[in-house]
C-alpha cells in the first residue's frame, strides 16, 4: 500500500541537494516530488521514521539514484 507523504519545505532541499550531487541538474520541487513518489518504501520510510536529513536516509536515496541512472 502506497502511502502519500506530503514534503516539507526543508525535505526539498535535502532532496534538491541528494539530486544535484548525484546527477548535477537543477529540479524543481514538482520535479523532486516525482523523485520522492518514485524511491522505494524502505527508502522512504526511513525519511519518514527518522527525517530526509537522516544519514541513512541521504545514504541510500543517493546510492538508490546513482545505480539507477548508471
Avoid at 529540479?27 to 516530488?33: I, M
Amino acid at each position: 500500500m502506497k502511502v502519500t507523504v506530503e514534503l516539507e519545505k526543508e525535505d526539498f532541499y535535502v532532496l534538491h541537494d541528494i539530486v544535484f550531487e548525484v546527477t548535477g541538474y537543477e529540479y524543481t520541487n514538482e520535479e523532486l516530488q516525482t523523485v520522492w513518489d518514485n524511491l522505494p518504501e524502505h527508502i522512504q520510510a526511513t525519511a519518514i521514521q527518522w527525517g530526509t536529513n537522516d544519514t541513512v536516509f541521504r545514504d541510500n536515496m543517493y546510492e538508490h539514484l546513482e545505480n539507477k541512472l548508471k
